[in-house]
């Protein structure tokens, strides 16, 4: 009875902790000085990065991105499982970014940057943007 008791109380614990746990994981929120909303809507999120030279940003999380670098920017992303990678982009640049969970240390310059987030799921908008043409055909 007390195990049931305890495995109700962490189950409620967890619906309330996990919303602020999610949130926490945000980069706007997580280093607000270094990402700037330009624009959100239900299908993409906007944001002007600008780290400067030194800075580190704690553990956060992007959906799927379009990296824009506006200049050079060299750093360090560290991962939830402990493994590292370096990054260097030159001014003018463009990445694709697959889903990820690091924190960031700029190791190189003051880094300015434009970044694309994703949301929703992609394959419904090409849906969408194809239907005019089958209302033209009628
Ligand atoms: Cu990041």
Excluded: C
């Amino acid at each position: 009875m007390k195990v049931t008791r305890l495995i109700i109380l962490l189950a409620a614990m967890m619906w309330v902790l996990a919303p602020g746990v999610a949130s926490a994981q945000d980069p706007v929120k997580v280093a607000p000085q270094d990402y700037k909303v330009l624009l959100e809507n239900d299908h993409v999120r906007v944001l002007e990065i600008t780290v400067k030279a030194g800075a580190k940003e704690a553990m956060h999380s992007h959906p799927a991105y379009v990296l824009y670098f506006m200049s050079d920017g060299k750093g360090k992303y560290s991962f939830p499982d402990g493994s590292t990678k370096e990054i260097e982009g030159k001014a003018g640049q463009t990445l694709w970014g697959d889903p990820v969970t690091h924190a960031f240390e700029n190791t190189g310059g003051d880094v300015h940057a434009l970044m694309v987030e994703m949301k929703g799921p992609h394959k419904m908008m090409q849906k969408k943007a194809e239907e005019p043409k089958k209302m033209e055909k009628k």
